[in-house]
């Protein structure tokens, strides 16, 4: 069993930047990936970053690229999302989610979260936690 808790959420301005953090605890030795998600009101669930946990390779949902970073700490067993240039349409609450499968594309392992479908692979959900972008 895997918990995960996310911190970091908050208001700010279009143009700022806010870092969100998600600690595991329990088994998460057993999870591949570690990943990002967010749902905006009256939208459905989006994701947005994930990151191969043994391999640290990454990636990113187009609407995020370029602006967002995931990144982890094995060690302290959480992963981070730094979130840099936000706009409005950022706002949501945000999961951390720990599971996922690997994708390869020759030697290139990654995680996934950007495709329909991805969000059924991660078996542990974090709470949630608020993300208000004001223009």
């Known amino acids: 069993q895997v918990q995960l808790v996310e911190s970091g959420g908050g208001s700010v301005q279009a143009g700022g930047s806010l870092s969100l953090s998600c600690a595991a605890s329990g088994s998460v030795e057993g999870s591949t990936c570690m990943a990002w998600f967010r749902q905006a009101p009256g939208k459905e669930r989006e994701g947005i970053a994930a990151?191969?946990?043994?391999?640290?390779?990454?990636s990113y949902g187009d609407s995020v690229k370029g602006r967002f970073t995931i990144s982890q700490d094995n060690a302290k067993h959480t992963a981070y999302l730094q979130m840099n240039n936000l706009t409005v349409e950022d706002t949501g609450t945000y999961y951390c989610?720990?599971?996922?499968?690997?994708?390869?594309?020759?030697?290139?392992?990654?995680?996934?979260?950007?495709?329909?479908?991805?969000?059924?692979?991660?078996?542990?959900w974090g709470q949630g936690t608020q993300v208000t972008v004001s223009s």
């Open positions: 990151i191969y946990i043994r391999g640290g390779s990454t």
């Open positions: 989610a720990a599971g996922g499968r690997l994708f390869a594309e020759g030697s290139h392992y990654y995680c996934r979260t950007h495709i329909p479908g991805d969000d059924s692979e991660y078996n542990y």
